[in-house]
């Protein structure tokens, strides 16, 4: 048993580069991945809907195991994932690919893989990483190499529109509609729905002094994140125009805007605040 | 000499149990001492057991049903913690104080105001443990392994707490295997060579060691937590320069020793047993001892099996697969000369017995699983999915824990003089052995299948043999109120039981009367 396993081993144990190098960040409770070669960059989180979870709806046929954007790959080309974490230690496992690797704070581990199939193929977080550590499954798209050019083109574009989303002129209403939006994909799962977080772990934000009365202040949490706490930066992994619009909605809803200041955030504050300080 | 020995004897007409809770509180009798262990952790593994039926009966269903996953965490932490340092190492502790002062012809174990205080401890460490439920940001919720940062920097405050507690367990158990070891190492009958010694007692003076090794390891682990968590050091934060996977191999190098702590003493259990039954005397004591011994040392160099996904060199990958494969051939040899003591034996299948022959049968399917983890191609597949889940509650459940209670009926007419109600004690055993699989076969399937480990709720294609799962746990769980039932009646009273008790019985306990009077062997026995 140990000679075909020792061999099997040193086969896995190749680190030399990809023709697509893909690196794979663990996070509470979401994966971002980003094309080293392409610049495409994008988080990839659940997408069953709280109510399947707690019973209030028919579950889906991928209940748990669907996401809003899938890794898109193609066939028959060497993907080398660069495995590594943002907070605490996920793992990342896609069991048709043989691959399992932990996502360590601090560490890159590697896999490779090279797939003959196309097809949608789901995996899941494996290492203990919190709350919703059963909640954040990694899907892979794998496609033919024209379909996935064309892929990376739209990508591409995509993140042009977003820039000029950016220099828009946004109104509070239409802030707060896409900023509930963002809320509900990225800030429900420890501030719950109602804002009111869980006692003792993650903070009320429904009439919470920052969220109400000082703008600044606000910006630099969700930018910065919360040193020795759960709440990471976010800088990376939202838009300036989604950031402005979760502040915003966070500031206006639950009452908060008529029991506060209701200043709003604009994207633009956000490109601000990312402006090297003097 | 003889002037020594008649002032004991003197004394010994004096001192019966004190009345009352004093003689509990005050006692540094073995016997007591080791009654208390006992029900300590007999209710420990009622806490801990409700909790595991909270996990499975909220893994009934897919979908969030009765806790919300936050407290799911919680459950699973304490669980595996209270299983572990609350439920089966007092046990065998408790089994130690009975057993070895009788088994090697000594008046009591060599320490006995230590004993006290190693027990007594106890209790405070898990008061502190369990009101971390009750605590802002609730118990502890990072496992029982509780890999940094998620038990530092993530952790819920009532961390600290956690950490305190495990200081005072490992305090305990540090206490209680110094005792053991010079009790067997100073007060053993004159005569009984190292080579004499019953199994249980070999088995206890290596778990005793191989405790004393580890058990300041996990001090400094959650020493070095607290450090990270209040007084500003990153050992552990790679934001501060420090390396997570340090935790890890800290932990392990506690972690693995830690569970072998769990499963000797039971090998040492299951030998006396299959030996009296089978009505032979043991295959291979030699080998059995050696065994034991190869399996302690070779238990600090595979720490890193755990750890097969963090991204090990090569070298080291290579080093601890075959080294964890290695395991395979003492715990070969057990289970060979185990099988080979039956051979061609005058077989009777009283409740001690059947439970030690389901110990060899399942201990060895958790140790055949054991050895599919151990190929690390094969473990990128298996590790952290429900098929490790299995592996080690087959080795814990049917293996310690059978053992313990296999312990517990083959003992118990020594301890109380009353024998125990025979058709329940079977009864017990068959409800139990139909539940630990029920409730753990099938989680093999689901391992396999790709369910991860300490997750709240499943995609749904695992759900059926998860519900199948639930409804073993639960009828494991109930049986064991059987259990506690059957105890009682023996305390309370029953069928006299003789000195010996069992026909094939050897060993200096069984020369003395049932119940084993308050002072054993103030004159040593000589053994020839």
């Known amino acids: 048993m140990a000679i075909p396993a020792s061999n099997t081993l040193t086969k896995i144990y190749d680190d030399t580069e990809g023709d697509i190098n893909i690196q794979v960040i663990g996070y509470q409770w979401k994966w971002q991945y980003k094309y080293l070669e392409d610049d495409i960059d994008f988080f990839q989180n659940l997408t069953t809907d709280w109510d399947e979870i707690y019973n209030k709806t028919p579950k889906g046929e991928f209940y748990l195991e669907e996401v809003d954007e899938a890794v898109v790959i193609p066939v028959g080309k060497k993907i080398r994932f660069l495995i590594t974490a943002n907070?605490?230690?996920h793992s990342w496992w896609m069991p048709d690919f043989a691959i399992k690797q932990d996502a360590i704070p601090g560490f890159i581990n590697t896999a490779w893989t090279i797939v003959d199939e196309p097809g949608i193929y789901r995996g899941k977080c494996t290492e203990l990483c919190g709350k919703n550590h059963g909640f954040m499954p990694v899907v892979v798209k794998v496609v033919p190499q024209d379909e996935y050019d064309a892929w990376v083109q739209e990508k591409k574009d995509a993140a042009f529109r977003m820039a000029e989303l950016t220099e828009k002129d946004w109104s509070?209403?239409?802030?707060?509609?896409?900023?509930?939006?963002?809320?509900?994909?990225?800030?429900?799962?420890?501030?719950?729905?109602?804002?009111?977080?869980?006692?003792?772990?993650?903070?009320?934000?429904?009439?919470?002094?920052?969220?109400?009365?000082?703008?600044?202040?606000?910006?630099?949490?969700?930018?910065?994140?919360?040193?020795?706490?759960?709440?990471?930066?976010?800088?990376?992994?939202?838009?300036?125009?989604?950031?402005?619009?979760?502040?915003?909605?966070?500031?206006?809803?639950?009452?908060?805007?008529?029991?506060?200041?209701?200043?709003?955030?604009?994207?633009?504050?956000?490109?601000?605040?990312?402006?090297?300080?003097? | 000499m003889s002037a020594v020995i008649e002032s004991h004897n003197h004394d010994d007409h004096h001192h019966g149990p004190a009345k009352g809770l004093t003689r509990w509180l005050y006692t540094t009798n073995h016997k007591d001492i080791g009654s208390l262990y006992l029900w300590f952790s007999f209710a420990m593994f009622l806490i801990g057991g409700v909790m595991a039926l909270v996990i499975r009966a909220e893994l009934f269903q897919p979908g969030m049903q009765i806790v919300e996953?936050?407290?799911?965490?919680?459950?699973?932490?304490?669980?595996?913690?209270?299983?572990?340092?609350?439920?089966?190492?007092?046990?065998?502790?408790?089994?130690?104080?009975?057993?070895?002062?009788?088994?090697?012809?000594?008046?009591?174990?060599?320490?006995?105001?230590?004993?006290?205080?190693?027990?007594?401890?106890?209790?405070?460490?898990?008061?502190?443990?369990?009101?971390?439920?009750?605590?802002?940001?609730?118990?502890?919720?990072?496992g029982w392994t509780f890999y940094a940062?998620?038990?530092?920097?993530?952790?819920?405050?009532?961390?600290?707490?956690?950490?305190?507690?495990?200081h005072i367990m490992g305090a305990s158990s540090i206490m209680g295997s110094i005792n053991v070891i010079v009790t067997i190492m100073n007060m053993r009958a004159p005569g009984m060579t190292l080579m004499k010694m019953p199994l249980f007692v070999w088995s206890w003076l290596i778990t005793a060691y191989l405790l004393i090794a580890v058990m300041p390891v996990l001090a400094g682990a959650v020493t070095m937590m607290l450090m990270d968590i209040h007084f500003g050091t990153s050992f552990f934060n790679a934001a501060g320069g420090g390396d997570p996977v340090l935790f890890q191999h800290i932990f392990w190098f506690f972690g693995h020793p830690e569970v072998y702590i769990m499963i000797l003493p039971a090998f040492g259990i299951a030998s006396h047993i299959i030996e009296t039954f089978s009505r032979k005397q043991l295959f291979g004591y030699a080998?059995?001892?050696?065994?034991?011994?190869?399996?302690?040392?070779?238990?600090?160099?595979?720490?890193?099996?755990?750890?097969?996904?963090?991204?090990?060199?090569?070298a080291a990958e290579l080093f601890f697969m075959w080294a964890t494969m290695l395991i395979a051939v003492p715990t070969g040899v057990k289970v060979f000369n185990w099988v080979t003591t039956m051979f061609k034996g005058s077989i009777t299948y009283e409740t001690p017995m059947l439970f030690a022959i389901a110990f060899v049968v399942l201990f060895t399917i958790g140790g055949?699983?054991?050895?599919?983890?151990?190929?690390?191609?094969?473990?990128?597949?298996?590790?952290?999915?429900?098929f490790v889940v299995a592996h080690f509650h087959y080795v814990l459940v049917p293996g310690s824990i059978?053992?313990?209670?296999?312990?517990?009926?083959?003992?118990?007419?020594?301890?109380?003089?009353?024998?125990?109600?025979?058709?329940?004690?079977?009864?017990?055993?068959?409800?139990?052995?139909?539940?630990?699989?029920?409730?753990?076969?099938?989680?093999?399937?689901?391992?396999?299948?790709?369910?991860?480990?300490?997750?709240?709720?499943?995609?749904?294609?695992?759900?059926?043999?998860?519900?199948?799962?639930?409804?073993?746990?639960?009828?494991?769980?109930?049986?064991?109120?059987?259990?506690?039932?059957?105890?009682?009646?023996?305390?309370?009273?029953?069928?006299?039981?003789?000195?010996?008790?069992?026909?094939?019985?050897?060993?200096?306990?069984w020369t003395v009367e049932s119940p084993a009077p308050y002072h054993t062997f103030t004159t040593p026995p000589k053994v020839n």
């Open chain 2, 368 to 386: 055949f699983s054991g050895l599919m983890l151990a190929i690390t191609p094969a473990d990128f597949q298996y590790h952290d999915t429900y």
């Open chain 1, 172 to 278: 509070v209403s239409e802030l707060t509609e896409r900023g509930e939006g963002v809320y509900l994909k990225n800030c429900v799962a420890c501030h719950q729905v109602n804002g009111q977080g869980i006692t003792g772990i993650f903070p009320n934000l429904a009439g919470s002094d920052i969220v109400l009365n000082d703008k600044a202040r606000n910006i630099e949490i969700l930018m910065e994140g919360v040193q020795g706490a759960a709440m990471q930066s976010f800088a990376n992994q939202l838009s300036e125009v989604d950031m402005a619009s979760v502040i915003t909605y966070t500031r206006q809803a639950w009452g908060n805007a008529e029991n506060g200041d209701g200043e709003i955030v604009v994207p633009k504050d956000i490109v601000e605040y990312k402006k090297p300080k003097v």
């Open chain 2, 69 to 142: 996953p936050e407290f799911y965490n919680q459950m699973l932490t304490l669980h595996g913690l209270i299983m572990v340092f609350g439920a089966v190492m007092p046990a065998f502790v408790g089994l130690a104080n009975w057993l070895v002062p009788m088994m090697v012809g000594a008046p009591d174990m060599a320490l006995p105001r230590m004993n006290n205080l190693s027990f007594w401890i106890l209790p405070f460490a898990f008061f502190i443990l369990l009101s971390s439920l009750f605590m802002e940001g609730g118990a502890p919720n990072f």
């Open chain 2, 402 to 509: 059978f053992s313990i209670m296999a312990a517990v009926y083959y003992w118990i007419p020594k301890w109380t003089g009353n024998m125990y109600d025979e058709r329940l004690g079977k009864l017990h055993f068959w409800l139990s052995f139909i539940g630990v699989n029920v409730t753990f076969f099938p989680q093999h399937f689901i391992g396999l299948a790709g369910m991860p480990r300490r997750i709240p709720d499943y995609a749904l294609q695992f759900a059926d043999w998860n519900m199948i799962s639930t409804v073993g746990a639960f009828l494991f769980g109930a049986s064991q109120i059987l259990f506690l039932f059957i105890v009682l009646k023996t305390v309370m009273g029953g069928k006299k039981a003789t000195s010996e008790v069992w026909e094939g019985s050897r060993g200096l306990e």
């Open chain 1, 87 to 89: 907070d605490v230690i």
């Open chain 2, 149 to 166: 940062p998620l038990s530092t920097t993530y952790a819920p405050p009532s961390v600290t707490f956690f950490i305190f507690a495990v």
């Open chain 2, 287 to 314: 080998s059995m001892v050696w065994a034991m011994a190869s399996i302690a040392i070779l238990s600090f160099v595979v720490w890193a099996h755990h750890m097969f996904t963090v991204g090990l060199p090569l």
